[in-house]
């Protein structure tokens, strides 16, 4: 017999992940951010990254909702290898994933500048996604759109990072997809 506690920990569990991928569900990554910002002090510099895959609307049409979702499992697949336990990762719509940076990994790397750490680590998930195949037979590759902003410079509360970062994901889909973007204040004039 299972104890009560094991039982309520792996319900509770649950209801912060995103089943189908094992990250954090919508509703758990915005409050888990929130509360990890409102921590951060002036001085603290963190990235919000927003991606979304390319043509996956496609990917259901064609290859039927059963293969879209093996790519969803996927993409958490390369989040959690390309981020660190102290990263927050979230699937927060259909094919719609965040990424909340940490600054350990920035402090242990030793970059220059943290945007120079974030260009890093948005190259690293664009060459994950070109190395990554999937599907039964592993023909066929998917690719995903960045948008990244970084706090406190491009604004202190999760709302408008997620602004931000949103504007830069649209301007990596306007550019051709397969490719990222961090924000700057001139793309908030252009959109």
């Not at 999937?134 to 410079?153: C, E, L, M, Q, R």
Request: proline share 2%; glycine share 8%; hydrophobic share 30%.
């Amino acid at each position: 017999i299972t104890p009560v506690s094991t039982m309520v920990t792996t319900l509770d569990d649950k209801a912060h992940t995103d089943l189908l991928t094992g990250i954090l569900n919508k509703r758990s990554f915005e409050d888990y951010s929130k509360q990890s910002l409102k921590s951060c002090s002036e001085t603290d510099e963190r990235a919000l990254i927003v991606l979304d895959i390319d043509n996956f609307k496609g990917v259901n049409d064609t290859l039927g909702h059963a293969y879209g979702d093996k790519v969803l499992t996927g993409v958490g697949d390369i989040l959690k290898r390309v981020f660190k336990k102290d990263d927050l990762l979230g699937r927060v719509g259909g094919d719609e994933f965040c990424i909340l940076l940490s600054q350990s990994e920035y402090a242990a790397d030793n970059y220059g500048n943290y945007r120079a750490f974030v260009e890093s680590k948005c190259k690293e998930l664009c060459r994950a996604f070109n190395e990554n195949y999937t599907g039964d037979d592993n023909n066929y590759k998917i690719s995903a759109s960045i948008g990244a902003a970084v706090f406190p410079h491009n604004g202190k509360a999760f709302e408008e990072l997620y602004h931000c970062a949103d504007i830069a994901l649209y301007n990596s889909k306007h550019n051709g997809k397969d490719t990222y973007t961090i924000f700057t204040p001139e793309m908030e004039e252009t959109k």
